[in-house]
């Protein structure tokens, strides 16, 4: 049996217990989806969106990529944010990033790693931006954990400035804006106390006029 017929067969048993517990779940599932959270996490197989915050199929939306980015040249990203947002109505996205991320590390070194170095330079900013504060920690492991929450924080700053979210908050639409951190080491969330949920929580220079 390969590799493949394993996956195969486990999601067979997986659709089975599924159904054993709720005869009607993928009936249901394929009716509609109606989250009310967009993950917006990094690519790593260690962090697995539903699973970290116990929801089920059709319970969150997700978009993954290298360092929990949101770029806004990132087309990807932002026609996600959008149906999201505009389709799905989600109340909150949360900006999930992790300790342990190989894309910050490596954003972090100065080393040449090729065409993924064009996407971390985004990283690159904000460790530039933070450079006393990351340079007053002697321990390196406790600079990249912190470097790892300042991305969050930035990039939770890239989504409200996204014309995507702002007018939905023009529009009364409930819509918060969170950054959280996950732990490799014991499984749990940290929130970052970033969340906005309104315009006036961000600067003038990155507001739309009503």
């Not at 539903?50 to 319970?59: F, R």
């Not at 806004?72 to 999930?96: E, F, G, I, S």
């Not at 321990?139 to 995507?164: F, G, M, P, W, Y």
Request: proline share 2%; net charge negative.
């Amino acid at each position: 049996m390969s590799k493949l017929d394993v996956l195969f067969e486990k999601n067979r048993d997986w659709a089975l217990s599924v159904k054993a517990s709720d005869p009607l779940f993928f009936e249901k599932l394929s009716a509609q989806q109606s989250p009310e959270y967009l993950w917006i996490g990094c690519s790593d197989s260690r962090v697995p969106a539903n699973q970290i915050v116990g929801l089920m199929p059709g319970e969150v939306f997700v978009h993954r990529n290298v360092a929990n980015m949101v770029v806004h040249t990132d087309l990807n990203c932002l026609t996600v944010l959008q149906y999201a947002v505009d389709v799905l109505k989600v109340k909150h996205v949360m900006v999930v990033g992790h300790y342990g991320c190989g894309g910050v590390a490596a954003a972090y070194e100065n080393a040449d790693n090729g065409l993924i170095d064009n996407w971390l330079r985004n990283i690159k900013d904000v460790q530039y931006h933070h450079q006393l504060q990351l340079d007053a920690i002697e321990d390196k492991a406790q600079r990249l954990e912190l470097l790892c929450e300042l991305n969050v924080v930035s990039q939770v700053s890239n989504v409200c400035h996204t014309t995507i979210v702002q007018n939905a908050w023009r529009r009364g639409q409930p819509l918060a804006i969170h950054g959280w951190v996950y732990s490799l080491a014991d499984g749990l969330l940290k929130d970052l106390d970033c969340t906005v949920d309104r315009a006036e929580q961000i600067a003038d220079a990155y507001r739309i006029d009503a």
